[in-house]
């Protein structure tokens, strides 16, 4: 009987490693044009829509649910991890809202909108058009891709640098009428880079500990929808 192991195992890496190439190329087209071009009122549909072709490449590129984190048999695992870190950063955030020396944080002109706009925001943009997409993204294909050639260190790193280099040009844009120079551009860019690497780490870290997206993505829609919360009601 012939052996196919030792053919579709290199078959199967070069597929993966084209794959995770087009799909960094992809998005980084993407971030472009919807910093540039998309306006902002169409960014939830054009999000989905970026987040399900990256999605179909991982799935031709033969990813399991496994290896996407959303296999069913780690759902209770992700949503219980998930669900605890969302209240512990729920807690946190409230403390930190009424506290004289750390209320100024949440002082934000995006948030100078209706209540049910807010609403709309909090529990459908938001979830959906950033934490969704960008942890199907990340933590799914991207990081499934990665765990198929390195160890989950190696993944880890390479991941939330990945995570945090999405976040750099729309800051960068938004300091268009400002000089490339301006120091304050630069301090917002590191500063978004090194947060969201952070924050790319921990939710890697929940992925892996659980097994499941769901853990990712409570705690994403944790450190994004409740800060918008507060900053509302604290404005």
Known sequence: MADVSSTDKPTNTRLSVVVFVSVVVVLAVYNIARS???????????????????LLAGLAAGMTTSELGIERAHLGAGVRLGAVVFGLIF????IAAFLPFTSGYFEDERVDVTFWEMVGRVLIVIPLGTVFVEEVIFRGVLHGLLRRRYEIVRAALIGACLFGLWHLFPVWNSYSDVEPTDLNRWGSVVGTFVATFFAGLGFIWLRHR??????????????????FTLAW???
């Open 36 to 54: 540039s071009l998309i306006p902002g009122d169409g960014h939830l549909a054009t999000n989905v829509a970026i987040a399900v072709v990256v």
């Open 91 to 94: 807690v946190v955030l409230l």
């Open 233 to 235: 009601f604290v404005g």
């Open 210 to 227: 659980s097994q499941h997206l769901a853990a990712p993505i409570l705690a994403h829609i944790g450190t994004n929808s409740i800060p």
